[in-house]
């Protein structure tokens, strides 16, 4: 269950090397099991020079892809998770667990506690799970508040100490590094009850806690008689409560209005203590019926310090909020498009903003636009040869909107305009950008009166909701678009 | 080196940890442990300098302190120093206990003969248990995470030497039970569930009971000396162990532990305080407790894995990767005792709605993708260790699974790998409507796939991923025409638009069984050749040709090449070229080719390309079609290189020379036969593997024989019995000899073989020839006349020739038969033996007496004698 090392690379295209190692840590401990578990399969762990090149040439983030290469190639060389053999020194080091986001590659190897060879299946490796827990607790440390680069700095300076506390040995404690720098805080506080580990302290302070919804609606609308437009909401609860203290039990139900949408696919913090089935069993698997369990959803637990993701969800409402098409054609050198949009009488009409991107990928820089809409106003970037429509506060009162126009391009020169491997031909998409405050798209609330909370002291809650879209893609009805599976079936 | 500052020592560490292995080899290595253990202890150093110094210690000891004596001494040195530490706070004591705990188990001296480790473990167990030792050895503030510390500690050592706290499993209970100020739930949780788990995987090993060790609570530290029988077997056992799964099933022999009625009780006591506060573990280290206690408790008897059932709601509700993970563990462990067929079904569900939910990274998804293809069913269909779906997972339940062009290439072939198995099932059932069958979107991906990789100037990914996403239908879907065709279809029409891509094409062509791999390279052979031979694509065309090449279309192939020789002007696509004439002649093409080689020869302004088609030209017209593939086969020394004539004359050297081989023909001389005018040997011959075009060549020494022809045989397989080979000797001499035989022949492979077969013996018998057959009467006076012939210039001698039970009549006419002139049996026989080239031996044979067979022999050539005599000795001891 323990890891042999674990590194931290920048990715820095265009640099001779392609990254630099930020952070690595080996587990001699571990290693020594390793020798004798791996027996005559057993490859050690590389110096970190020699590591960092061959791992960035497996995930392809060399810059050396002109040529085909057959070990980087070969159709037969196929990764289906991020789980990766590297060639090191003539021999294949596996399992190294990678990935990459915001231009770290996070990397640790999991300790396999038999022969390599035959590989054995991922599933039966316990340390391959742990080691994403600990490549994903170190990527939320990184990245748990704004992003700055002094900052990513300092936080990166931290992890040896707080590797030190939360995985000693290679065997990780707890993938909250938070938590573990909170911890060495706290360590002066003794205990009279069983502390639970993922808690570094207890809170002192006036009692409140803090719920907000957020949900996420995605779209892809095509406009087209043969295939069926798909739209879902993802929503995540996210909690802090400050409550005085060691095992505080609080409840909280989220409920839906009577038309309101039924949540499914139901994910819950691990500090949920009990669940109902129907909150298990709902599911975006199974076709819709009016039977499905549409709440309250009812989520006792006992909260961390922290700030933390109570649950997930999903739901398929009704109609999607804005419903649109997008209509372009290539007329001689200049293209024609037209776009419609409407806000469904549902929807909260108040955004805090509304935009319609449109890209043109594959031509040159915009030369020349003109146009007409209806409602709010058109920028344009014409070295990005975007069009970005500011739809503003509000939809107006008929609650429908339209652009219409003509763009020319200039001369395609490769370095400056943008690529895209989908955008090809008449191929296109225009994407919605938009936040409404004080919304769910479910309906879903959090009651305050509805907030249990067994503690000392009658604690202030407050709640919050917004809905935000993301990718909310309306394309092209005038040529092919990407479809998923879902859409095929009408 | 003298004390160092925390600057020296900062760049000091970061020079080491640029790389290691060359700061250690650099002199300034050598000093490196010695001073790091002595500088622990300055006082001028900052305690994160010295933590830092720690830090490098825990990474590397084995390179500081290479050898069992220097990491004993460090783990000594380190707990001097933890000793000698003012009572006060300090951020030393954790570092410094895990460091001395890593030299020892590093350095390979953990054992009861290791004064530090003597010194280490009972004040691990006497700071982990929180008693008085703990208060003595640091400030109250620091017990708390040192008790924490020194359960890792002893969790890290017991890992690496299982058994070690076999005898603190009482002791370990107690102390996660206590009440009041109570130590952390988590390390002491852990601690006692591995512990636990080696004391029964070592007990049941050993075939020994459980011996109360759950229940002995007297702790060991302070006075009484270690325990360290439990480990000494343990010790053993650090071996490759396989996990929890059902492939290992045999392996655990955890069955072989039979714990009496109490001992169960107390097992199930002790894993239900485990798991009754698991709630309190972070989910990470509540997984590592569920996978112990999985290993623990499977297979043994007696211990129901109910105890699980109250945490699996709680545990299926989570996106947790690592809980879910551990939950699919205990379902391959315990399969249906503890998850019935709606708890497999729930859990599949979970892991497929987990496989796609979308507030999951990507790599979660892949990993539970692949979870969900490696399920542990209660009931597998397939075979074990194949990926595939699982019974239960139905295509309904899989729509939101499937692959479209936006998802990520990695996600894209996980899901199309599923996609792939839904297809293979979906034909097996029928057909149902056209555009939403599996089959139709597989169609209709492929040929997105398809169009992105066509992309001209788009990033080669794309290009790998087609291919990829190619491979694996071709792989999974080998027997589908339905699916293929389209799929070739595809590929040839990438292949028109973006002729660069030919290295995939022929890599994946290398890669593919025939299903797709043969009509894939009829399309592309068409492909290529339907096209004026020129252009930018040129050298991709004949990189594509010399892969696709055969006897098939073999005008159009030529064509081609002709009108493409005018614009290979440079050496690169002049090798290209050759490259393909090189296929062609392997694939046996003929009369087309002998003119466009002579045309290179001469037109090709490389000298060197000319050089080569005249070769070419020359093997082409004068060695026959299997000799021509063998000669231009891919060298087994030099697999790939860029030019073709490296490779070539690895090749040519093979083929063209004659190989030294062990032989695989045996030859044995059969039955002489005795008839004609000269002595003709018998010889049958076996072969080990098909041999064709074989010569044998004999030769016998001193030239006692006129010298010999050789024998051919067109051909030999093994097992098929061959017809005798005849060999007529012509001796000089009468005497029998060694033939020295050289075999030639050329192997199915097409090369020619060269083999020294072992001699084979010519004997004297062999050379017997028989008098003409005369009419009855007049034998007596031919045989009177022969005899009386021989003197006075031959010699007569007399012998007595031993006889076996058979007696004088079992004699002749087993060995004599074709030579006797007068019988009387069988009292007497006379024998007339020819003997080239113009000898006769002549012999009288008497009623047998009682030490044997009087013989009078008489012979024209004295020089016989000698081998008469053995002859006949020989034939006593033959019947």
Partial sequence: MAQRAVWLISHEPGTPLGGTVRFSRRYPTVEKRAKVFNGTSYVPIPEDGPFLKSLLFELRLLD???????????????????????????????????????????????????????????????????????????????????????????????LPDLLLQACPFGTLLDA?????????????????????????????????????????????????????????????????????GIMPNVTISLSLPTNGSPLQDILVHPCVTSLDSAILTSSSLDAMDDSAFSGPYKFP?????????????????????????????????????????????????????????????????????????????????????????????KFPKSMEISLSGTVTFGAKSHEKQPFDHICIGGTAYLKLHFRILDYTLTGCYADQHSVQVFASGKPKISTHRKLISSDYYIWNSKAPAPVTYGSLLL | MGLLSREAWAQRLGAFRASPSAYMAAPEGEDLGRDLLSDLRSEKLSEQTKVSMLALSLEYPAQLWPDAPAAEAAATSLLDTLALLPPRPSAL?????????????????????????LRLLPLLLGLASGGDLGRRFGPSSDQRPLQATACECLRELESCKPGLLGGCLGLLRGLLGQEGPVAPVQPLSLLLALALRNTLVIQARARASLQGLLTVRAPPPGGGPWNWTLAQEGEAHLQPQAPSWPAAEEECGLSALEPSPEEARELRAAVAQLLDTSYLLTPVAQAQLLWLLGWALRGLRGQPPVLFKPQLVRLLGTAQLALLHAVLALKAAFGEALFTAQDEALLLRRLTLAAQHPALPLPAHLFYLHCLLSFPENCPLGPAGEEAAPLLLEPQLCRGLLPNLLHDPMALLARLHLLCLLCAEDEQKEEKGQAQSPCHYLQELLAGLQQRAALTGGPRALATLCFQASYLVALCLAGHHTVLAPLTHGLAQLYRARPALAPHFVDLLDRVAPELGEPLRVVLRQEVVSRPGGGEALRWHLQMLAKVADRDAQSATLGFLQAAAAHCTDWGLQQALLRVCRALLRAGVGGGLADLLQALARQLEDPDGRDHARLYYVLLSHLSGPKLGVALGPSLAAPALTSSLVAENQGFATALMVQEAPAPIRLSVGRQRAEGPVPVLQLQVEVLEPVYSLELRFRVEGQLYAPLGAVHVPCLCPGRPARPLLLPLQPRRPAPAQLDIRALYTKSTGLTCYTHLPPLPVKFADLFLPFPKLPEGARLGFFEELWDSCLPKGTESRLCCPLGPQGLEALVSRHLEPFVVVARPPTSYHIAIRLPPDSKLLLRLEAAQADGVPVVLRADDWAVLPHVGDYLRGLSAAV
Wanted: charged letters at 20%; aromatic letters at 10%.
């Fill in chain 2, 93 to 117: 004591r954790r570092p410094l206990l895990l460091a001395a705990t890593t030299a020892l188990v590093t350095g390979g001296v953990l054992g009861p003969t290791s004064g530090a480790s």
């Fill in chain 1, 301 to 393: 637990f006992t909260p961390p310090l922290e700030s933390f993701n109570l649950c997930y969800y999903t739901s398929q409402v009704p109609v999607p909020p804005i419903l649109g098409f997008y209509q372009m054609k290539e007329e001689e050198v200049q293209l024609k498009i037209t776009v419609n949009l409407k806000l469904h009488e549902s929807v909260k009409n108040n955004f805090e903003f509304c935009e319609a991107h449109i890209p043109f990928y594959n031509r040159g820089p915009i030369t020349h636009v003109e146009y007409k809409v209806s409602f709010g106003q058109l920028e344009v970037f014409r070295e990005k040869s975007l069009l970005i429509w500011i739809i503003g506060q």
């Fill in chain 1, 176 to 244: 909250n590094l938070q938590n573990s720098l909170d911890s060495i805080s706290f360590a002066s506080v003794t205990h009279p009850q069983k502390q639970p580990a993922w808690k570094a302290g207890t809170y002192k302070g006036k009692p409140q806690v803090s719920i907000s919804i957020t949900e996420k609606v995605k779209s892809m609308q095509y406009d087209k008689q043969d295939i069926a437009d798909t739209w879902q909401v993802v929503g995540t609860v996210t909690c802090k409560c400050d409550l005085e």
């Fill in chain 1, 64 to 158: 050396e892809d002109r040529d085909f290469t057959e070990s980087r190639d070969s159709c037969s060389r196929i990764n289906k998770t991020s789980v990766y053999g590297l060639k090191v020194g003539g021999e294949e080091l596996w399992p190294v667990v990678a990935f990459l986001k915001n231009g770290i590659v996070y990397a640790c190897v999991p300790l396999v506690e038999q022969t390599l060879s035959p590989r054995p299946a991922l599933i039966s490796i316990s340390a391959v799970s742990q080691g994403f827990e600990l490549l994903f607790g170190i990527q939320d440390f990184l990245y748990s508040s704004q992003r700055i680069d002094t900052e990513l700095n300092t936080k990166l300076s931290q």
